[in-house]
């Protein structure tokens, strides 16, 4: 399939709003050399697809940087990998305004339980199927429409320090986490999946503030 047979197939995905859709190329399309293009049809998609690369690399960073230390980790060292990815995400949300949460059927922080219907319909799908990276829907949350973008989380190395054997996971968590359920996990296992919602509004605003720029994206360029 050429660049541009891809990039005509998502913008007319985006166009008529399929419910669940693959963005498994798209996101190729997203992430690549075609983020300009792709731009104008989504902005607001296009900015949380690169904001989340983002801040999955912030924590695969940060449970790597745990790895091969030669101090024991102290008990502060241990809190800094997932607390500050929900943190991130925090203000993600405030300066977008989208909602920026993490989903995991299998939860440590209860607030990241599945929370509607349609994010298990998305955990079940990137369970079902390991190469799927990405997704997103048309679709209404707290009343208000807009699209939701979800990206799975997988389960690296660095990451059994406190999401391997349950009975090997740090003090702290043991303590904080009564009801935890994010251990035994094994390498590639789906861990979760980063939610992104972008109210319609929001997508307005930044395309027309787009539209507005000197550039025309009346015809496409390709
Ligand atoms: C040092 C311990 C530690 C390491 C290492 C660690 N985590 Fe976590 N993880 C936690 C804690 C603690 C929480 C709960 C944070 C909170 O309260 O928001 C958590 C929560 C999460 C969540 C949110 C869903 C939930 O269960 O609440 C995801 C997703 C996650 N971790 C993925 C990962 C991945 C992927 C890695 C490896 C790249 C990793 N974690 C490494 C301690 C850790």
Redesign the pocket.
Known sequence: MSMSTIISRFKSLYRRGLSVVAIGTVMLVLMGQSVAIAAPYAPGLAKAVAAIEELDQM??T???S?DGQSAA?TPE???????P??MRAQQLSQENHWQVK???T????P??APDTVRSRLALAKFKQDANLQGLWENTTLNGQPGVRYYRR????V??????GARDAR?D??KV??PDDT?FDFNVGDL???YAVFIPNEVQQALQSSLEASPHDDSTPVF
């Open positions: 924590r695969s940060l449970a790597a745990l980790p060292t241990f809190k800094a990998v997932c607390k990815v929900g993490q989903i995991a299998r939860y440590r922080n607030a990241h989380i997988n389960v690296e660095s990451c059994l320090a406190c999401h740090p702290f968590i904080n986490y994010a861990r979760g999946m």
